[in-house]
């Protein structure tokens, strides 16, 4: 009888095989978790992040309060209109002011680094980074104890929503939600106040606008978010005890304000003796607006931030109910844009070239007014500034900034 073959040899050696083959295979996935482990720990921690100790202790310093029971804010869009102002303000009484800007260039960054400088002057640090920069946020609040978030970097104008609809999202709700992760991740958390907008009222017809009117009718994009951010405050407060306070700007302007705006970009125009667009309604009313003076809003900001109550929660978890408010932040007295240039025609000495056109279909709306008794209540907000003085502020500004030599001796104006 022929003996079978002895296979004992190669089906150990199979095995063997089988066994390395699985080995390697095992390896193949091991190193390829490994690598991806490498990218991502990259991908989150190589970025622009100057890590070392001295740029840790610049950020303390300028956000070390000054004053005894001092804030310690937060202020995002520092290097913008409304956030120099007010990291300024902040600075001048004593609180510490931490800016945040990722000086974009929607309008002339250049006035956004002449406002850096001027911040830098008083001793307030703006880092340079989006709102999206989510580990650098982390980071922020692991060096500081922020008391208070002053959220004031947006995408903001109305009009130009329809041209960049992206970056709409990308800043007021993408933004907004990236810093509020971070606020309620960290412990403590702070109290958050920020800039909603105006524009929310819409299509609202009710006047002077209350914060209890309707606000479900947005009339821009721009509006749509900032009515999002509002919504989206209500949820973060409501699962993680963030108190949050969102003030609704009316057209605020005065020195040091947005060229994009039109009391700016009219000034601009009158002066190179160009023509200007003033708008009127479909039906050939005027278009008025609740413009307010930026000392006054900044009064509101600061008012609003004193009277924010704490957070409750802390890393992630809600510990009881925390505060939610909005308020008007508005001037209670609309003035047509017609007005607006005749005012400014007078501070020029200069005759517009104005071109009455029906509002472009575009997301204006044609009036705002604010009735802002809530935010007198609870924080003494009153406006003290009208248009004509406050445009006299502006111009005044204007020319010292931008080296224009007015004509004539500037006279008195009033707006009746
Ligand atoms: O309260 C807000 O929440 C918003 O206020 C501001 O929006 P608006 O009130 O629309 O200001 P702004 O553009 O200066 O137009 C002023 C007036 O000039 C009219 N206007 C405008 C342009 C033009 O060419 N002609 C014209 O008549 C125009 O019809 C309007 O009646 C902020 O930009 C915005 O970021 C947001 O914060």
């Known amino acids: 009888m022929a003996s079978s073959p002895d296979t004992s040899k190669t089906i150990k050696l ?33 970025h622009h992040l100057p890590l070392s100790s001295a740029w840790e202790n610049q950020v303390r310093h300028s956000a070390l309060p000054r004053r005894p029971n001092g804030m310690s ?65 982390a980071k922020l609040f692991d060096v500081v104890s922020f008391s208070h978030v002053l959220h ?52 609202n017809n009710e006047s002077p606008f209350s914060e209890l009117h309707r606000t479900d009718q947005p009339a821009s994009l721009y509006a749509a978010t900032k009515k999002a951010g509002e919504a989206i405050a209500h949820t973060y407060n409501h699962i993680y005890g963030l108190s949050l306070t969102g003030l609704r700007f009316f057209t605020v302007y005065g020195p040091w304000g947005r060229p994009d705006m039109a009391y700016f970009f009219f000034t601009k125009s009158i002066l190179q003796g160009k023509p200007i667009d003033v708008y009127q309604t479909q039906d050939e ?38 505060q939610l408010r909005v308020y008007n932040l508005g001037n209670t007295s609309p003035v047509p844009v017609g007005k607006l240039v005749s005012v400014l025609e007078t501070l020029l000495r200069v005759k517009a070239k104005k071109h009455v056109i029906k509002m472009p279909r575009n997301g204006d709306v044609p009036f705002t007014h604010a009735n802002v008794s809530l935010a007198w209540r609870d924080f003494g907000y009153k406006p003290t500034t009208d248009l004509a003085t406050g445009l006299r502020k502006f111009v005044q500004w204007y020319v010292g900034y931008y080296g224009v030599r007015l004509g004539v001796e500037k006279e008195k104006i009033s707006l009746d």
Not at 111 to 122: C, E, N, S, V
Not at 167 to 189: C, D, R
Not at 288 to 293: H, I, N, Q, V, W
Request: some cysteine; proline content about 3%.
């Open 73 to 137: 804010v937060l202020v995002t869009g520092a290097a913008g209109f409304v956030g120099s102002h007010c990291s300024l303000a902040l600075k001048k009484r004593g609180d510490g002011v931490l800016g945040l800007d990722n000086f974009n260039p929607y309008y002339d960054p250049s006035l956004k680094r002449a406002r850096q400088h001027l911040l830098a002057k008083h001793r307030i640090l703006i880092i340079e980074a989006d709102l999206n920069d989510a580990p650098l946020l």
């Open 14 to 46: 199979v095995r063997n095989n089988s066994y390395l083959r699985r080995l390697n295979i095992s390896f193949k996935i091991l190193f390829l978790l490994l690598a991806l482990l490498l990218l991502y720990t990259l991908s989150t921690h190589h």
């Open 285 to 322: 009313r005027e278009v008025a607006r609740d413009f307010t003076y930026i000392d006054d809003v900044v009064k509101g900001c600061l008012g609003a931030l004193d009277t924010a109550e704490k957070s409750t929660g802390g890393g992630g978890k809600k510990h009881g109910a925390a």
């Open 152 to 203: 004031l970097a947006a995408q903001a104008g109305v009009r130009y929503a329809m041209q960049n609809p992206q970056s709409y999202v990308a800043s007021n709700i993408a933004g907004f939600v990236t810093l509020l992760e971070a606020s309620k991740t960290s412990n403590p958390q702070p109290a958050i106040v920020w800039a909603s907008s105006s524009s929310v009222y819409g299509l």
